[in-house]
Structure formats: C-alpha cells, structure tokens
C-alpha cells in the first residue's frame, strides 16, 4: 500500500522541458514512488482533477532563521507553496555565536531575523545551529548558508579594518569545517557591517573554502545603486578566482537615475560566463524592498559595536557626523535616501509599543508629525529601538524587474521578513509570480516558469533529488489552480494569503489540506553534499 495518492493531475514536472501531462503520483517513504496510471489502494488520497502538481517551490532567500523557533512559527511560506528555504541570507545569521559576541549577533539580526527569547539560543557553533532547527521541527526543509557576519565577528569584532593572516586564517577555518557540516556555501551583504567592512581579497579567500567544496557564494551587492556596476565587478571576481558559484541576492536597481545600469550589468554577467564563470540571481516580484532601517546608516557608525551604538546615537557630536555624510551623499555609502527619499521609506516593524503608530508610515510623515528632521527621527528611533526596526523602500522599475526575472539565469526569492506590517512577499512571492509572469504577461509558458522556481535552483544548491516531479525524488509538491493562483496581499493588508493553492506536501507529507494549515514538522534540515 502507497502512503498517499494523488489522482488526475495536471503534472507539471519541473523540467521545463515537458509539457504538463495528466498522471497520478504516488508516494512511499517521502518519497515519489510512481508517475502514471495508479490503481493500488493508499492510506490516503487526494484528487487533483482539474489542478496542476508541481514540484515543491524552493525559496532561495528567506529570513526564516529564528522564526522556526517560535511558539508558533509561521505558516506564511507554506501557504505559498514553498517546501524549501535558503537561510543565512545577507551575511547576517544565527551562528556561530558565543561569549560576548551572542548579544551583537542578536543585534544586528533583530530587524532582519526578528527577536527570540534569549533561552531558546541553545548553539554556539554552525552545526548546534543545524542540529537545534532538527530538534525544533520544521514545518518545511531548510538549506543554511553559513554568514560572514558572524565569522567575521568571530575573528576580530566589529572592528572596521581588515583581517590580519592570522584572523583571516581563523576564519578560513570556520568556513571549511561548516561547508564540511553541510552549509551551502557563504553569503555576505555588503551593506550590513561587519560585512562591508572585508575587503575583496578576504572574500575571494573565504570562497576559495566554498568553492573547494562545491558551494555557492550568496551577495547582497556592496551597492545597487549608483556604483552597483562597479559591485557586480567586485563579486563577480570573488567568484572567478574562488571557483564559488556567484548566487546574486535581489539583483536590482535602486533609484530611477539608476535603472538603466542594469543592462551593463546583464552583459558583464554574459562576458563572466565566456570567462568561465557560473552565476544566478535572485529576486522577488514587487518594485518595493524591505530590510533593516538601520541600513540607511553609513559603515562606520557599527565599528564600536551594537550596544556603542545605540548610545552614540544619542551623542551630538556622533549626530553631527552621521548628517554630515547625508550631505556628502553617494560618495560615502550605498545611501538610500538620497537614492528614493524619505517619503518612500516606510517603517514596518517596531519593538515598542510606543511606537507601533509608526507601522505604516513614512520616515517623512514620521519626522513631520514628531517636527522633526528626518535623519533625527531615524536615530532617535533607532536608540529607542536598540536598532530592531524594519524598513520597505519603493524604488523599482517593472521594466528592470522584467528583464531580471525575465532572464534564464533568474530564479525568485521570497526575502520575505517578519513582524510588524511585512512587506507583501513574505506571503505572496510565489503566486505572484505566477500571476504577473504567466497569466498576465505570458513571459513564461506554465512549465518554464514552474522550473525556475523548482529545478533550476535545486541544480544551483546541488539537491538533484528536489524539485521534480519523477520517481525517486522527495515528494515535496504543490498542487495548484494555474487560472487562479494569485497574492492577496498587499502594503495595506500584507498578512493575507494567497488563493489557487489548496494542497501542499513536504516530504510527502500534507501540510496544506483543502486550503487550510496542517500543524505538523515533516521538513528536514539539509545538508549540502550529504
């Protein structure tokens, strides 16, 4: 007897290279046992007339790296269809942690990752943080990167300076012993200290440990606005020297002056490739993007520490500079606001209840409503805050997110954050792009787009028994109305699921029934390479 059978369905297999053809699917084991004509009995049966199966959506940018650990985690990438995250995004993750360093760790991720109580940080090293997401459950199978935040705070603080061999050498070591623990290579974000603060010659020798192990290096650009050609140069001979494959993070450009950069940037990314190189990129379907507020910051102000700054936020003569470098603008640092203004950056998620009026609002009606300057009121919130607050920034274009997502090397990623008044990818990445790319603006026939959300970023992990649909893989699969998937959510309402997606399986097992959540951890932490 099967464990479950899905009949009449509108396979979709992942391949992009076959057209969806009608078959039942059945699964032994959490795994996809046949593909065809089933007529042996299962323990249970799930009729997809009229609906399309496809593989499993896999997210390759995800914040979810605490939210596993809460009381109740989210369902919101489930309900979406996704069965598998890439954690440790943007060069700021959960581990390693230890000694003093656990409470600039929590720090920096408060606005990005959110905030759990301090007992449930039961690791230290990259591999407790692996076993402790198995012994937690996860509703959906996770992939971790390994972050260069913390393997840089590791070595030598928040010190803004580079590496001496000595700490460089400490961690090469961190990176080779976690790839060997099953990381999927090494992101960073070259906007989040301590990130920034390494130069190009540390991260090709960081990668170097990646790519000797077949990893991927996941960027977030040292910009990606005015000198975002320029950041593309700089990773993309991180990657040609190190051998690691080049995963960009939200390959975008930010601001109106900048949109047009973008298509030297696609002929860089073609003359890598004749080079030899390998590259992808990520990117989600709005024109809106969100991160932490205190990445309007210059570098410089974290080079004393999470907790210093919190109190030099406060100090006049600190103040005094961080205006200054507002003034000087786009010579200093990837400076968002001079790049969309202060009226299209929104505050979306606070700590305090005090400030919960913000959630919604403009840093420009913030500062107008408090009488204060814009820069003032970020640092003032900021101290207020300890720095756990989250921004959405308007600044795209459709024709750039077209031709990003548009292209054969894209795949999409949810970067989805929670807490406050998300941004609406966090519940409705997948469906909508299934909406904009397919039904919409028929980029894509239905098989072509279900690949570049299954299969094609399965090969970029090197998880070849995910994301299809064909005998002996992992029945991680989604089974959907392609005429009705669509977002619901929107900057107004973000927390609202999508609709056209009424069954969802992990690892064979429901975890979407009839539309509804199942509570229940069938999903598996993965290993890269094991």
């Given amino acids: 007897m099967l464990d479950l059978v899905i009949k009449n369905a509108l396979v979709v297999d992942g391949t992009g290279e076959r057209k969806p053809f009608p078959a039942d699917v059945g699964v032994q084991g959490g795994k ?41 985690p989210s369902d919101a990438k489930i309900r979406q269809g996704i069965t598998t995250e890439v954690l440790g995004q943007d060069g700021l993750g959960a581990a390693p942690v230890g000694g003093e360093n656990l409470q600039i760790v929590k720090d920096l991720l408060a606005g990005l990752d959110g905030i759990i109580p301090d007992e449930k940080w039961t690791w230290k090293t990259f591999p407790e943080y692996l076993g402790a997401l198995e012994r937690r459950g996860l509703n959906n199978n996770a992939a971790v990167l390994l972050c260069h935040g913390p393997v840089r705070i590791a070595a030598l603080g928040m010190e803004e300076r580079a590496a001496t061999p000595a700490e460089l050498r400490n961690m090469k070591a961190l990176v080779r012993e976690s790839m060997e623990e099953g990381a999927f290579g090494l992101s960073t974000g070259l906007i989040y200290p301590p990130c920034p603060y390494g130069d190009t010659e540390e991260l090709i020798g960081l990668n170097r440990e990646v790519g000797a192990k077949g990893g991927i290096f996941v960027v977030h650009q040292r910009d990606e606005g005015y000198y975002l050609s320029r950041s593309f140069d700089e990773v993309s001979r991180i990657s040609l020297e190190s051998g690691a494959h080049l995963e960009v993070s939200h390959l975008q450009a930010y601001g109106r002056v900048n949109w047009p950069i973008m298509d030297e940037v696609m002929e860089k990314a073609e003359r890598m490739v004749e080079k030899g190189g390998s590259i992808s990129w990520d990117r989600y379907p709005y024109l809106a993007g969100c991160t932490v507020l205190t990445a309007v910051l210059p570098n410089w102000t974290f080079n004393e520490g999470t ?82 607050v989250t921004m959405i920034s308007f600044y795209g274009s459709d024709t750039v997110l077209e031709k990003v997502l548009g292209h054969p090397r894209g795949t999409v990623g949810s970067d989805g954050i929670f807490g406050g008044k998300p941004h609406p990818r966090l519940y409705g990445a997948y469906p909508c792009f299934f909406r904009r790319f397919v039904r919409e603006k028929p980029f894509f026939t239905l098989e072509e787009a279900v690949r570049k959300v299954t299969s094609f970023p399965a090969s970029i992990l090197g998880i070849p028994d995910r994301g299809r649909i064909e005998e002996g893989c992992w029945a991680d699969m989604v089974i959907f109305d392609p005429d009705k998937i669509a977002d619901r959510s929107t900057y107004d309402i973000p927390e609202a699921y999508p609709e056209g997606i009424p069954h969802v399986f992990v690892n064979g097992t429901a975890v979407v029934e009839e539309g509804e959540t199942v509570t229940c951890t069938p999903g598996k932490v993965l290993r890269h390479g094991k």
């Fill in 32 to 72: 996809i046992a046949l593909v065809g004509t089933i007529d042996q009995e299962a323990a249970k049966v799930t009729d997809a007339a009229g609906l399309a199966l496809a593989p499993g959506f896999i997210d390759m940018h995800s914040h979810t790296d605490l939210e596993y650990f809460r009381e109740k």
């Fill in 307 to 388: 907790a210093a700054l919190v109190r030099n936020l406060r100090k006049p003569e600190f103040r005094a500079r961080v205006h200054a470098d507002f003034t000087k603008g786009l010579d200093v640092w990837h400076n968002r606001q001079i790049s969309v203004g202060w009226e299209n950056i929104v505050v979306t998620a606070v700590q305090l209840g005090e400030n919960k009026w913000m959630e919604g609002l403009s840093c420009r009606a913030i500062a107008d409503r408090l009488g204060k300057d814009p820069i003032d009121m970020v640092m003032d919130l900021l101290a207020d805050e300890k720095l756990a």
